[in-house]
């Protein structure tokens, strides 16, 4: 199942030196322990700009925000 249509599903902001990206993942610990180095203070996500993008973690994550609100949307 999808998420809702015309829900924000994922949000990102260039900052100086990096670029976030939000919301927090839940529930998926070997995702959790691949996001480390990019681990922000609230649980977001800081990819440096000095760095390769990771385009493939970026993708487990919409998938596992994907899953989560699934999951939301059927209680």
Do not use: C, W
């Not at 993942?25 to 996500?45: A, F, H, I, Q």
């Amino acid at each position: 199942m999808s998420p809702r249509p015309n829900r924000i599903f994922i949000y990102f902001a260039g900052f100086k030196n990096h670029i976030g990206i939000y919301p927090p993942v839940r529930g998926d610990e070997s995702l959790t322990r691949d996001l480390l180095p990019y681990r922000g203070e609230k649980g977001n996500l800081k990819v440096p700009l000095d760095q390769p993008m990771p385009y493939d973690l970026i993708q487990r994550v919409a998938e596992a925000l994907s899953q989560q609100y699934s999951k939301a949307r059927k209680r």
